[in-house]
């Protein structure tokens, strides 16, 4: 069975550009979660997506918004990049809770 | 509201050593409990996790850890490090039955050295 995957790995945006990345569950997961990892914060909850609804959401600014499609793949949206925004974003599935399996991750840098 | 502190920011063990990495969580219930496992430039893998029953839990790549309910810890323990086990370890805890994000300590930074 295949994994959780994220696309794209890599990104580079500028300060004020928007950007969106994308997470692919495992198959026959529902709930997707979102997770920013940072040197200096740690893992961070940003929001979970659990058949097409927000069922959770962490403690981020407005900028910061995602959504999930029927077929649980899932896309976050980053608006008005900030410096601070630089960091690896995880992408996580779980079949039911407490089960969680993380992506790859993609590792955003704002310049 | 609940936490995870993982007291050691970075231990280094010879190969062939016994490891020990501590976490202590904080939780209003019984919790899930996780271990997870970070390779630089990679995403997390799960490596044991506690539900209930047997305190002692077995994981992959030779790892098991223990909950020990008295103390709020899930230490991760093997018995003989390899260099390929260098990577940064992750515990967490998360809801029993409830729809909370999984809580992450700080990391510990393993390095291993021949």
């Known amino acids: 069975k295949a994994g959780v995957t994220q696309t794209p790995r890599y990104l580079i945006k500028t300060r004020g550009q928007q950007v969106t990345l994308s997470c692919s569950p495992i198959s026959g997961h529902r709930s997707v979660s979102w997770y920013q990892q940072t040197p200096g914060q740690g893992l961070q909850f940003l929001f979970e997506?659990?058949?097409?609804?927000?069922?959770n959401k962490g403690n981020f600014p407005g900028r910061f918004s995602g959504r999930q499609f029927s077929n649980s793949r899932s896309e976050m949206n980053v608006s008005t990049l900030e410096l601070g925004d630089s960091a690896l974003y995880l992408c996580?599935?779980?079949?039911?809770?407490?089960?969680?399996?993380f992506g790859p991750g993609t590792r955003l840098t704002v310049t | 509201a609940q936490s995870v502190t993982q007291p050691d920011i970075h231990i280094t063990v010879s190969e062939g050593a016994s490891l020990e990495l501590r976490c202590n969580y904080s939780y209003g219930a019984t919790p899930y409990l996780f271990w997870y496992v970070q390779s630089p430039g990679q995403g997390l893998q799960l490596l044991l996790k506690?539900?209930?029953?047997?305190?002692l839990v077995q994981g992959i790549k030779g790892f098991e850890a223990e909950f020990k309910r008295s103390q709020s810890s899930f230490n991760l323990r093997k018995p003989s490090v390899h260099w390929s086990d260098a990577a940064e370890y992750f515990c967490a805890v998360g809801a029993r039955g409830g729809n909370t994000p999984l809580v992450f300590g700080k990391g510990t930074r393993l390095s291993v050295i021949a």
């Open positions: 996580a599935s779980s079949l039911d809770q407490g089960q969680t399996y």
């Open positions: 997506y659990f058949s097409e609804t927000q069922r």
């Open positions: 506690y539900f209930s029953g047997d305190t």
